[in-house]
Protein backbone atom coordinates (compact mmCIF):
# COMPACT_ATOMS: atom_id res chain seq x y z
CA UNK A 1 0.00 0.00 0.00
CA UNK A 2 1.39 3.04 -0.71
CA UNK A 3 1.02 6.20 1.25
CA UNK A 4 -2.32 8.31 0.64
CA UNK A 5 -3.23 11.64 0.33
CA UNK A 6 -7.00 10.72 0.39
CA UNK A 7 -9.28 12.51 2.98
CA UNK A 8 -9.92 10.94 5.99
CA UNK A 9 -13.92 10.27 6.44
CA UNK A 10 -15.71 12.47 9.01
CA UNK A 11 -18.29 11.72 11.35
CA UNK A 12 -19.48 14.53 13.44
CA UNK A 13 -21.39 13.25 16.32
CA UNK A 14 -21.27 13.50 20.28
CA UNK A 15 -19.19 11.10 22.49
CA UNK A 16 -22.34 9.33 23.25
CA UNK A 17 -23.32 9.11 19.80
CA UNK A 18 -19.83 7.90 18.46
CA UNK A 19 -20.19 5.43 21.41
CA UNK A 20 -23.47 4.07 20.33
CA UNK A 21 -22.15 3.77 16.56
CA UNK A 22 -19.45 2.05 17.10
CA UNK A 23 -20.92 -0.62 19.65
CA UNK A 24 -23.82 -0.68 16.62
CA UNK A 25 -20.81 -2.03 14.08
CA UNK A 26 -19.06 -4.16 16.32
CA UNK A 27 -22.18 -5.85 17.46
CA UNK A 28 -22.87 -6.34 13.87
CA UNK A 29 -20.16 -7.79 13.16
CA UNK A 30 -20.08 -10.04 16.41
CA UNK A 31 -23.46 -11.68 15.02
CA UNK A 32 -22.55 -11.68 11.25
CA UNK A 33 -19.59 -13.86 12.44
CA UNK A 34 -21.42 -15.98 14.65
CA UNK A 35 -23.68 -16.59 12.48
CA UNK A 36 -20.94 -18.26 10.05
CA UNK A 37 -19.14 -19.73 12.81
CA UNK A 38 -16.15 -17.35 12.65
CA UNK A 39 -15.03 -15.18 15.73
CA UNK A 40 -14.74 -11.73 15.70
CA UNK A 41 -11.59 -9.82 15.64
CA UNK A 42 -11.23 -6.74 17.43
CA UNK A 43 -8.27 -4.79 18.02
CA UNK A 44 -9.01 -2.31 21.16
CA UNK A 45 -7.11 0.88 23.25
CA UNK A 46 -7.06 2.14 26.13
CA UNK A 47 -7.09 5.79 27.43
CA UNK A 48 -10.45 7.93 28.12
CA UNK A 49 -11.60 7.96 24.40
CA UNK A 50 -12.98 4.42 24.26
CA UNK A 51 -14.50 4.15 27.73
CA UNK A 52 -17.91 5.05 26.35
CA UNK A 53 -17.89 2.52 23.58
CA UNK A 54 -17.53 -0.25 26.53
CA UNK A 55 -19.90 1.02 28.58
CA UNK A 56 -22.24 0.71 25.66
CA UNK A 57 -21.01 -3.08 24.63
CA UNK A 58 -21.56 -4.01 28.20
CA UNK A 59 -25.14 -2.50 28.50
CA UNK A 60 -25.96 -4.09 24.98
CA UNK A 61 -25.32 -7.34 26.97
CA UNK A 62 -27.04 -6.98 29.73
CA UNK A 63 -30.42 -5.41 27.81
CA UNK A 64 -29.92 -7.06 24.25
CA UNK A 65 -28.30 -10.40 25.12
CA UNK A 66 -25.02 -9.25 22.94
CA UNK A 67 -22.74 -12.53 23.30
CA UNK A 68 -19.33 -12.28 23.31
CA UNK A 69 -18.24 -16.20 23.37
CA UNK A 70 -16.94 -15.89 19.84
CA UNK A 71 -14.63 -12.78 20.39
CA UNK A 72 -11.01 -12.34 20.16
CA UNK A 73 -9.20 -9.01 21.17
CA UNK A 74 -5.84 -7.61 20.68
CA UNK A 75 -4.51 -4.47 22.35
CA UNK A 76 -3.13 -2.11 20.83
CA UNK A 77 0.22 -1.36 23.15
CA UNK A 78 1.81 -1.93 26.84
CA UNK A 79 4.28 0.02 29.12
CA UNK A 80 7.10 -2.11 29.47
CA UNK A 81 8.09 -2.38 32.91
CA UNK A 82 4.62 -3.06 34.29
CA UNK A 83 3.50 -6.27 35.89
CA UNK A 84 -0.13 -7.27 34.56
CA UNK A 85 -1.75 -5.95 38.21
CA UNK A 86 0.20 -2.57 38.33
CA UNK A 87 -2.41 0.13 38.47
CA UNK A 88 -1.58 1.70 35.23
CA UNK A 89 -0.81 -1.63 32.90
CA UNK A 90 -3.21 -1.84 30.13
CA UNK A 91 -3.99 -5.41 30.77
CA UNK A 92 -5.62 -4.56 33.96
CA UNK A 93 -7.18 -1.02 32.54
CA UNK A 94 -8.69 -3.69 29.74
CA UNK A 95 -9.61 -6.42 32.59
CA UNK A 96 -11.47 -3.63 34.92
CA UNK A 97 -13.11 -1.40 32.18
CA UNK A 98 -14.03 -3.78 29.88
CA UNK A 99 -13.42 -7.72 29.97
CA UNK A 100 -14.21 -8.99 33.78
CA UNK A 101 -17.38 -6.93 33.08
CA UNK A 102 -18.38 -8.72 29.71
CA UNK A 103 -17.38 -12.17 31.13
CA UNK A 104 -14.72 -12.48 28.11
CA UNK A 105 -12.58 -15.39 28.35
CA UNK A 106 -9.22 -14.28 29.19
CA UNK A 107 -7.86 -17.08 27.06
CA UNK A 108 -9.37 -14.75 23.95
CA UNK A 109 -7.73 -11.66 25.35
CA UNK A 110 -4.45 -10.55 23.66
CA UNK A 111 -2.42 -7.79 25.26
CA UNK A 112 1.52 -7.44 24.71
CA UNK A 113 3.24 -8.38 28.08
CA UNK A 114 5.04 -5.07 30.08
CA UNK A 115 6.99 -7.61 31.86
CA UNK A 116 8.34 -10.06 29.22
CA UNK A 117 12.63 -10.43 29.64
CA UNK A 118 14.40 -7.63 27.99
CA UNK A 119 16.04 -10.57 25.99
CA UNK A 120 12.48 -12.10 25.34
CA UNK A 121 10.68 -8.91 23.40
CA UNK A 122 11.90 -9.31 19.75
CA UNK A 123 10.25 -13.21 19.84
CA UNK A 124 7.70 -11.79 21.93
CA UNK A 125 6.76 -9.18 19.22
CA UNK A 126 6.78 -11.64 16.36
CA UNK A 127 4.95 -13.77 18.34
CA UNK A 128 2.17 -11.31 18.91
CA UNK A 129 2.01 -10.91 14.72
CA UNK A 130 1.42 -14.83 14.41
CA UNK A 131 -0.82 -14.72 16.87
CA UNK A 132 -2.75 -11.83 15.14
CA UNK A 133 -2.30 -13.33 11.71
CA UNK A 134 -3.23 -16.95 13.27
CA UNK A 135 -7.10 -15.37 14.08
CA UNK A 136 -7.32 -14.61 10.23
CA UNK A 137 -6.00 -10.92 10.78
CA UNK A 138 -8.50 -7.84 12.58
CA UNK A 139 -11.83 -7.26 11.70
CA UNK A 140 -12.41 -4.23 13.53
CA UNK A 141 -9.61 -1.75 14.80
CA UNK A 142 -10.95 1.43 17.36
CA UNK A 143 -8.08 3.86 17.88
CA UNK A 144 -7.87 6.94 19.80
CA UNK A 145 -5.36 9.66 19.27
CA UNK A 146 -2.48 10.73 21.01
CA UNK A 147 -1.93 14.57 21.46
CA UNK A 148 1.10 14.11 19.43
CA UNK A 149 -0.64 12.16 16.63
CA UNK A 150 0.27 8.55 18.07
CA UNK A 151 -2.01 5.57 17.39
CA UNK A 152 -1.59 2.97 19.79
CA UNK A 153 1.99 4.22 20.78
CA UNK A 154 3.21 4.56 17.41
CA UNK A 155 4.67 7.78 17.98
CA UNK A 156 6.20 10.56 15.58
CA UNK A 157 8.64 9.46 13.69
CA UNK A 158 7.08 5.55 13.46
CA UNK A 159 7.19 4.14 9.53
CA UNK A 160 4.23 3.14 7.76
CA UNK A 161 5.36 -0.31 7.66
CA UNK A 162 6.24 -0.64 10.86
CA UNK A 163 5.08 -4.13 13.20
CA UNK A 164 4.59 -4.70 16.48
CA UNK A 165 7.91 -3.87 18.21
CA UNK A 166 9.29 -2.12 21.29
CA UNK A 167 9.20 1.88 20.93
CA UNK A 168 10.52 4.71 23.36
CA UNK A 169 7.82 6.77 24.85
CA UNK A 170 7.37 10.57 23.08
CA UNK A 171 7.74 13.78 25.91
CA UNK A 172 4.11 13.99 24.77
CA UNK A 173 3.19 10.46 25.49
CA UNK A 174 5.09 10.31 28.53
CA UNK A 175 3.47 14.11 30.64
CA UNK A 176 0.28 13.25 29.38
CA UNK A 177 0.43 9.92 31.39
CA UNK A 178 2.44 11.65 34.38
CA UNK A 179 -0.88 12.80 36.34
CA UNK A 180 -2.36 8.97 36.48
CA UNK A 181 1.45 7.32 37.45
CA UNK A 182 1.58 10.35 39.96
CA UNK A 183 4.69 11.65 38.80
CA UNK A 184 6.72 11.73 35.72
CA UNK A 185 9.23 9.95 37.43
CA UNK A 186 6.87 6.76 37.25
CA UNK A 187 6.04 6.25 33.93
CA UNK A 188 7.67 3.87 31.65
CA UNK A 189 10.20 5.20 29.10
CA UNK A 190 9.57 2.16 27.05
CA UNK A 191 6.48 0.12 25.63
CA UNK A 192 5.55 -2.57 22.90
CA UNK A 193 2.80 -1.32 20.58
CA UNK A 194 0.96 -2.60 17.47
CA UNK A 195 2.71 -1.14 14.56
CA UNK A 196 0.94 1.00 11.99
CA UNK A 197 1.28 -1.77 9.32
CA UNK A 198 -0.12 -3.75 11.44
CA UNK A 199 -3.26 -1.71 12.32
CA UNK A 200 -3.63 -0.88 8.87
CA UNK A 201 -4.14 -4.67 7.99
CA UNK A 202 -7.38 -4.29 10.16
CA UNK A 203 -10.55 -4.56 7.44
CA UNK A 204 -11.94 -1.97 9.05
CA UNK A 205 -10.58 0.96 11.18
CA UNK A 206 -12.53 4.03 13.34
CA UNK A 207 -11.35 6.34 15.24
CA UNK A 208 -12.99 8.26 18.17
CA UNK A 209 -11.53 12.04 19.38
CA UNK A 210 -13.19 14.06 21.37
CA UNK A 211 -12.99 17.92 23.18
CA UNK A 212 -10.49 21.05 22.78
CA UNK A 213 -7.48 18.79 23.77
CA UNK A 214 -7.44 16.66 20.34
CA UNK A 215 -8.13 20.40 18.44
CA UNK A 216 -4.76 20.80 17.03
CA UNK A 217 -3.82 17.01 16.03
CA UNK A 218 -6.83 15.96 14.66
CA UNK A 219 -6.12 19.65 12.08
CA UNK A 220 -2.26 17.86 11.70
CA UNK A 221 -3.98 14.93 10.92
CA UNK A 222 -6.65 16.02 8.81
CA UNK A 223 -4.51 17.92 6.62
CA UNK A 224 -0.48 17.81 7.12
CA UNK A 225 1.19 15.36 4.21
CA UNK A 226 0.99 11.96 5.45
CA UNK A 227 4.22 10.81 6.83
CA UNK A 228 5.64 9.61 9.87
CA UNK A 229 5.95 12.92 11.86
CA UNK A 230 1.70 12.62 12.79
CA UNK A 231 1.60 8.32 12.50
CA UNK A 232 -2.54 9.01 12.94
CA UNK A 233 -1.75 10.34 8.89
CA UNK A 234 -1.42 7.09 7.95
CA UNK A 235 -4.51 6.05 8.16
CA UNK A 236 -6.17 8.19 5.00
CA UNK A 237 -6.44 5.69 2.14
CA UNK A 238 -7.07 2.98 4.33
CA UNK A 239 -10.15 1.59 2.40
CA UNK A 240 -12.54 1.40 5.41
CA UNK A 241 -11.67 3.63 7.88
CA UNK A 242 -14.24 6.62 9.30
CA UNK A 243 -12.99 9.47 12.49
CA UNK A 244 -15.96 9.89 14.50
CA UNK A 245 -15.15 13.60 16.49
CA UNK A 246 -17.01 15.91 18.11
CA UNK A 247 -17.30 19.79 17.04
CA UNK A 248 -14.77 21.04 19.85
CA UNK A 249 -11.83 18.37 18.35
CA UNK A 250 -12.84 19.45 15.05
CA UNK A 251 -12.65 22.78 15.37
CA UNK A 252 -16.44 23.48 14.65
C1 LIG B 1 -2.69 6.32 25.07
C2 LIG B 1 -2.74 5.06 24.18
C3 LIG B 1 -3.44 5.34 22.88
C4 LIG B 1 -4.59 6.28 23.15
C5 LIG B 1 -4.02 7.64 23.48
C6 LIG B 1 -5.05 8.71 23.81
O1 LIG B 1 -1.50 6.48 25.72
N1 LIG B 1 -1.50 4.39 23.95
O2 LIG B 1 -3.87 4.11 22.31
O3 LIG B 1 -5.42 6.38 22.03
O4 LIG B 1 -2.99 7.55 24.43
O5 LIG B 1 -5.56 8.65 25.12
P1 LIG B 1 -6.89 9.36 25.57
O6 LIG B 1 -8.01 8.57 24.96
O7 LIG B 1 -6.92 9.24 27.07
O8 LIG B 1 -6.85 10.75 25.09
Not at 5 to 19: H, V
Request: aromatic fraction near 6%; charged fraction near 25%.
Amino acid sequence: MTTSTAPLPIQACSPAEAAREVAREIAALIRERRAAGRMAVLCLPTGRTPLGVYDELVRMQRDEGLDFANVTTFNLDEFLGLPPEHPQSFRRYMRERFFSRIGLEPAHTWIPSGDVAPAQIAAHCAEYEREIADAGGLDYALLGIGRNGHIGFNEPGSARDSRTREVRLHDVTRADAARAFGGLEFVPERAITMGVATILGARRVRVLAFGADKREILRRTLEDAPGPQVPATFLRGHSDVRLLADGVALGR
